[in-house]
């Protein structure tokens, strides 16, 4: 069965930057368009970030230029990359199957404050 494990999320201050990784199982990254997604309490789920099977990112316009999405097939591993962080970046991130959505994982949490 597909597993989806987030982590990298925290407490950090406007401007700053963190990491998130996707370690998945039951399925090939590679394989597969993987996506970020982020959730604020009382707000439907967002697309954030994606990269296609060949490579290709994309991202909301919200988060172009200060995210990065990327993967690491070796490890079969989705990150994203979050730099100039704004408080309106905070919320919970949560890694999937863009066109075809499985279990969701936990998700983690990002909070941007001072």
């Known amino acids: 069965q597909v597993q989806l494990v987030e982590s990298g999320g925290g407490l950090v201050q406007p401007g700053g930057s963190l990491r998130l990784s996707c370690a998945a199982s039951?399925?090939?990254?590679?394989?597969?368009?993987m996506g970020w997604f982020r959730q604020v309490p009382g707000k439907q789920r967002a697309f954030v970030a994606g990269?296609?099977?060949?490579?290709?990112?994309n991202y909301a316009d919200s988060v172009k230029g200060r995210f990065t999405i990327s993967r690491d097939n070796a490890k079969n591993t989705v990150y994203l990359q979050m730099n100039s962080l704004k408080p309106e970046d905070t919320a919970v991130y949560y890694c999937?199957?863009?066109?075809?959505?499985?279990?969701w994982g936990q998700g983690t949490q990002v909070t941007v404050s001072s």
């Open positions: 999937n199957r863009v066109n075809l959505l499985t279990a």
């Open positions: 039951g399925i090939i990254i590679s394989s597969n368009y």
């Open positions: 990269v296609m099977r060949d490579g290709t990112t």
